[in-house]
């Protein structure tokens, strides 16, 4: 079966650095996708890989490592604003994207 | 402004009620998905039209009947449901039938209680 494994929830201190990991296993890859969604409000689009390696986007990275079925989100500098639910989600081989369960982000001051 | 408008945002009905869900996207896109999503679980999707014709169904209840009249407007006709289908529908599109790196853009979606 297909598998996306995220953490449920992660805490981090505002102004720090934290890391969200997303495992998987799926049919196929066609890239991996990360959403945020703020409580109550729409899923909305942070990034995409489809090659290995690292790609930067202001305070927010994402990584790939394909042969490891393996991403992580990286945001620095955490703001309060960061708080929310961070979705990772891979299409596979039927271009259908398979979600994971979303980890949930509490800042603290 | 939000691309993707749901209407209503929330709705509580009936087992025996008959409502529908509206979705509306303002992006130009051609395909639009219905998702459930439940309470610490991942997303499920529901239906795919890409240009106005149905290409996906996952196994999806009959108590649930999508409608895609033309490729802005996407609905979801609810009837005889029941109280584990309550959740958040949310409401997608994007610009080309699924394909790789194709990015989807999602509304607030309608919450759902079904007494």
């Known amino acids: 079966g297909q598998n996306i494994d995220q953490p449920t929830e992660m805490t981090a201190t505002e102004g720090a650095i934290v890391q969200i990991n997303c495992t998987y296993q799926t049919s196929g890859f066609n890239g991996l996708f990360w959403y945020q969604q703020h409580a109550g409000e729409a899923p909305t689009f942070l990034s995409y890989n489809v090659l290995d390696g690292l790609e930067e986007k202001g305070r927010f990275s994402s990584f790939l490592s394909r042969s490891k079925g393996y991403s992580y989100l990286l945001l620095k500098e955490l703001q309060m604003k960061d708080s929310a639910s961070y979705l990772c989600?891979?299409?596979?081989?039927?271009?259908?994207?398979?979600w994971g369960a979303g980890t949930k982000l509490i800042i603290k001051p | 402004e939000t691309g993707v408008t749901q209407t209503p945002r929330h709705l509580v009905m009936g087992m025996t009620n008959k409502k529908s869900l509206k979705c509306e996207q303002h992006?130009?896109?051609?395909?639009m998905y219905w998702y459930k999503q439940s309470a610490k679980k991942p997303l499920e999707l529901m239906f795919v039209y890409s240009l106005e014709e149905r290409v996906e169904n996952n196994s999806v209840p009959s108590r649930f009947s999508p409608e895609c009249p033309n490729s802005s407007h996407l609905f979801l006709h609810l009837h005889t449901l029941q109280p584990e289908d309550s959740a958040l529908y949310l409401c997608?599109?994007?610009?080309?039938?699924?394909?790789?790196?194709?990015?989807?853009?999602f509304g607030a979606g309608t919450r759902l209680s079904v007494l």
């Open positions: 992006l130009g896109h051609n395909a």
């Open positions: 997608a599109s994007s610009q080309t039938p699924p394909g790789q790196g194709d990015i989807q853009y």
């Open positions: 989600a891979v299409m596979d081989s039927n271009y259908q994207l398979i």
